[in-house]
């Protein structure tokens, strides 16, 4: 009796650390399509791919939820040892990030009481031939005074649901990347240092994608096309300051000057630990985290051409 009993609750537990690797496994593919999709999708500009990163962001808060779910019932979750294995940490390690998310529920609750709170609502009017509004009606509204307000429901409103996608994709990517990969919990290292695995691969993913963006964007200025990535028309300041899917050439700037000193401190760092284990027969210069020094050149270069005013004249028009 009391060794079938124990073989069910084997056989439960078994299923729960399946279900849960698989949610995982699904986790970490959605924030790597994230990380690449979010600039290149126009730079997440339009209503169009804002509501498709959104829904990302609540499809890995979905994820997030079950994993939690799934680690309550079996003692399971992101410890060091990794994704399925049993949890352990300090609170002193905890803290910060109880204190972080208390102040972005604080945040959300903010922005939410001010969109159920209006004093006002904007119903903005568009001329034919202008993609940008050319007037407003205000409808004024009855308000409580000592709450928090807002003077335009409807965008409020949608700020809050774009806040909360990022707040559960934070959320979701902290928990994936604090796991651990197979080959981690193969060889049970509880010892590895930054970077593991994961951030190893999230960290490849997004210096590889805006090295390609950078390239893109320098043959695309070069070019002197107006069209977002040679296909999509661009309407913003008549299309002269498009780069590579971004509308405007500070917005790829701006993205380009943080991806590079990321990618170059990347390299930095799988050097410094690559060199304290490098063996005198290994070959200098053959590690494959070399080539994170071109992504990072390529990068910053990108990040030159995007701030130029200069653009040649298109010649194919």
């Known amino acids: 009796m009391g060794s079938g009993f124990l073989r069910k609750v084997g056989t439960v537990m078994m299923k729960l650390s399946k279900g849960y690797r698989r949610i995982d496994a699904v986790s970490g593919a959605v924030v790597l399509g994230m990380a690449v999709l979010a600039p290149w999708m126009l730079g997440t500009t339009t209503r169009e791919t804002s509501w498709v990163i959104n829904g990302l962001g609540y499809l890995l808060g979905a994820l997030w939820l079950v994993k939690r779910v799934l680690a309550m019932r079996s003692g399971m979750g992101p410890s060091r040892g990794g994704a399925g294995s049993r949890t352990h940490g300090s609170a002193g390690a905890s803290w910060p990030m109880v204190c972080l998310w208390v102040l972005v529920i604080t945040l959300l609750g903010y922005v939410l009481c001010s969109a159920l709170n209006p004093r006002a609502s904007l119903q903005y009017t568009y001329s034919e031939g202008f993609s940008l509004p050319t007037g407003v009606d205000i409808e004024s509204i009855d308000s409580i005074e000592w709450l928090p307000q807002t003077h335009d429901r409807d965008r409020t409103l949608q700020a809050f649901w774009k806040y909360l996608a990022i707040a559960l994709s934070f959320g979701a990517a902290r928990d994936w990347l604090m796991g651990a990969s197979r080959r981690e919990r193969r060889t049970e290292d509880e ?105 990072a050149a390529l990068t910053a270069a990108g990040a030159v051409v995007s701030s130029w005013r200069w653009r040649p004249p298109c010649w194919r028009c």
């Open 191 to 295: 010892e590895a240092g930054f970077p593991t695995d994961r951030m190893q691969w999230f960290l490849w993913t997004l210096a590889l994608s805006s090295a390609a963006l950078a390239l893109v964007g320098m043959l695309q200025r070069l070019d002197g096309t107006t069209t977002l990535l040679w296909t999509f028309t661009n309407r913003l300041n008549g299309g002269h300051g498009a780069f590579g899917p971004f509308p405007y050439r500070s917005n790829g700037a701006q993205y380009l000057n943080l991806m590079w000193p990321v990618t170059l401190g990347f390299w930095w760092v799988l050097r410094r630990r690559n060199l304290a284990r490098r063996s005198a027969s290994q070959r200098s210069g053959g590690d494959p985290h070399v080539v994170l020094l071109v992504l």
